[in-house]
């Protein structure tokens, strides 16, 4: 099983990232053994990759890196690097390798601090690897600060330091990034694709996996989760049923209130299981007894930590909301080809009896604008908007139709 075999429905963009590999690969070797460099290669030091969300992007890259630091003794009788049970491979792609850097938005924005110490790692050699790789998830969160220090490291790198940045898609990077980056754009994979993976390395009965991956459209990640944790199941049969419940202003009022409590009670329990552990390691770290003081001069330190992980709560809350948001989108979007007459796939079989109460109920017109205000919803939470007052506005749109 190679590095490959997790990029779902991506065959191009596998097929280009494996000629890469191995054109890094003869590059490394050459320079090993003092031999002149190959004139042309598919290799670069820097690249792009959007795609919408769930197309896999993070995965591309980070199959990517696995490759580049891929140590297989088959490649010495001609086997491709990416063999995905190497030493190289296994850590890459687990994040513990100590040459592949990852860094991904705690809160709304990588802030430039956030980025120094990567930067600076980026002009340094591989410690034990083949390359120095540093892996940006969340390349369209950079502001303007961390991107010019990001564009600065891209314009001069090390010979052997490899960029990978993530992005929706190539309008979210800076020009200046995206014009020293090759760029390679994922699609959605398909509903049977996602299906098939979720039947093949998951183990999920076959109903199970077509019902989640038709619910989320393609989306790799929450199809998995979907299709393996009942909760998430629970929260979204939840969400599917708020559309029949808004009748009056003190329903829309209480149904927000839902939605806000239930994305924050996801933040609070990620917390629970992340923020502890974090903090006694960092006293560890610094020097403190069990359950003793910090040594003096390190206050500094776990304020920094815990401003990291106040800005990961929010982060975490508005990330579940919009996953409620898509729910609903999606709902609607359902409601609109019944009202059209189109023959494009229902995703939310499972509500079919709402459906078609709210398709006979209402006009295009009215769900189009429906559509249209959880749209605006989740262009108010990146603004900063409170949720709650977000979501009560969406909410009263909804009603009004």
């Not at 183990?203 to 989760?225: C, F, K, L, N």
């Not at 494009?344 to 205000?373: F, H, K, M, W, Y």
Request: a negative charge; glycine letters at 6%.
């Amino acid at each position: 099983m190679t590095v490959w075999d997790d990029l779902v429905g991506q065959e191009k963009v596998s097929a280009v990232l494996d000629a890469a590999a191995r054109d890094a690969d003869a590059l490394v070797t050459a320079a090993a053994a003092d031999e002149p460099l190959p004139e042309a290669s598919k290799m670069t030091h820097a690249w792009l990759f959007t795609g919408p969300p769930g197309a896999g992007r993070s995965q591309a890259a980070r199959a990517f890196a696995a490759a580049l630091q891929c140590v297989s003794p088959d490649r010495a009788l001609g086997g491709a690097p990416g063999c995905g049970f190497c030493d190289g491979c296994h850590t890459a792609l687990l994040g513990t390798h100590a040459d592949v850097t990852t860094v991904a938005a705690v809160g709304a924005e990588i802030l430039v601090k956030d980025m120094r110490d990567t930067v600076r790692k980026s002009f340094t050699a591989p410690a034990n690897g083949r390359w120095q790789i540093i892996l940006v998830e969340d390349a369209e969160r950079l502001n303007e600060k961390s991107a010019n220090a990001v564009l600065k490291a891209v314009e001069e790198p090390a010979p052997r330091t490899v960029w990978l940045l993530c992005a929706p898609s190539i309008e979210d990077v800076l020009p200046t990034i995206r014009s020293r980056c090759r760029h390679l754009n994922l699609r959605t994979p398909s509903v049977d694709a996602v299906a098939d993976m979720l039947v093949r390395r998951d183990g999920i009965e076959p109903g199970v996996a077509a019902a989640a991956a038709r619910a989320t459209q393609g989306h790799v990640d929450r199809a998995r989760r979907l299709a393996t944790d009942p909760a998430a199941r629970e929260r979204r049969a939840a969400v599917l049923k708020l559309p029949l419940r808004l009748d009056e202003v003190g329903a829309c009022l209480k149904a927000a209130q839902e939605l806000v409590d239930a994305a924050a009670e996801d933040a609070k329990q990620l917390a629970e299981e992340m923020d502890g552990k974090e903090a006694e390691e960092l006293k560890a770290a610094l020097g403190a007894a069990q359950g003793g003081r910090l040594p003096r001069g390190t206050a500094g330190v776990m304020k920094d930590l815990e401003d990291m992980q106040k800005r990961r709560r929010t982060r975490t809350q508005r990330d579940s909301l919009d996953i409620a948001l898509g729910d609903l989108t999606a709902f609607y979007r359902d409601v609109l080809a019944l009202q059209l007459g189109s023959r494009v796939a229902i995703a939310n079989g499972d509500a079919e009896d709402a459906l078609q109460r709210l398709a006979r109920g209402s006009t295009p017109e009215s769900t189009l604008r429906r559509i249209e205000a959880i749209a605006a919803c989740r262009e108010a939470l990146d603004r900063n908007v409170a949720p709650l007052l977000a979501v009560e506005a969406m909410t009263m749109a909804l009603r009004a139709g």
